[in-house]
């Protein structure tokens, strides 16, 4: 079956940066695209963005652009989103999730399902000094 | 970007109560819409996808309907399982963007 599991807890000092790992298992991984989304305490849920593991094109949220790198290992079927500059209120739980379907076209890859399924365990990111 | 509105925010029920929690977003995503369940401390889990299409090994109680701006996810009898968050999730265009959720609880 479809597995996404995820790196460990971390707790980072405010200006670090942080890298949560989301290994895939029981699907072609360049197949479809692996998306990030975190949940802060009570809170609802925020997408950060996804990337194609076909060609590494990333597309992430406004929020986050300059802060945030997605990355992907095809030898592994590992998927990876590093946030540096972090701030107290980046304090989430970090969840990878797989998207629906996806298509490439010349260096640039569209969603056409764009749902969630399935997501990762969620990585808890503490910030505090 | 598009924003997404849900009514109730939260909502008590009863065991066997027929149920419907409605999402709206901002401008219209044709049937661009999926569902999630979320329970305390868990990942979310896909319900519905593109409004009505119902995942493989979710109950037939849950339904959803809808294009355009207006939606429904709707608990035909509500079972003790069932008692969760659920948000509503645009996916028309980027950013991808949440509803705040409905709380659906024990009366």
């Known amino acids: 079956q479809v597995q996404l599991v995820q790196s460990g807890a971390e707790v980072k000092k405010p200006g670090a940066s942080v890298k949560v790992s989301c290994k895939t298992s029981?699907?072609?991984?360049?197949?479809?695209?692996i998306s990030w989304v975190r949940q802060a305490p009570g809170q609802g849920l925020e997408w950060m963005g996804w990337i194609s593991p076909y060609n590494d094109y990333t597309n992430s949220a406004q929020n986050f652009q300059g802060r945030v790198t997605m990355t992907s290992d095809t030898s592994t079927s590992t998927a990876y989103m590093e946030l540096r500059s972090l701030k107290s209120d980046d304090t989430a739980v970090y969840y990878c999730a797989r998207l629906g379907d996806s298509f490439c076209s010349d260096d640039i890859c569209y969603l056409r399902g764009g749902w969630f399924d399935p997501w990762g365990q969620g990585t808890l990111v503490t910030v505090s000094s | 970007d598009i924003q997404m509105t849900q009514s109730p925010s939260s909502l008590s029920a009863s065991v066997g109560d027929r149920v419907t929690l409605t999402c709206r977003a901002s401008?219209?995503?044709?049937?661009?819409l999926n569902w999630y369940q979320q329970k305390p401390g868990k990942a979310p889990k896909l319900l519905v996808s593109a409004a009505s299409s119902l995942q493989g090994g979710v109950p037939s109680r849950f339904s959803g309907s809808g294009s355009g701006t207006d939606f429904t996810l709707t608990i035909s009898s509500l079972q003790p399982e069932d008692f969760a968050t659920y948000y509503c999730?645009?996916?028309?265009?980027?950013?991808?963007?949440f509803g705040p959720g409905t709380k659906v609880d024990i009366k």
């Open positions: 999730q645009q996916s028309y265009s980027t950013p991808l963007t």
């Open positions: 401008q219209s995503i044709s049937s661009y």
């Open positions: 029981g699907y072609i991984f360049t197949g479809y695209g």
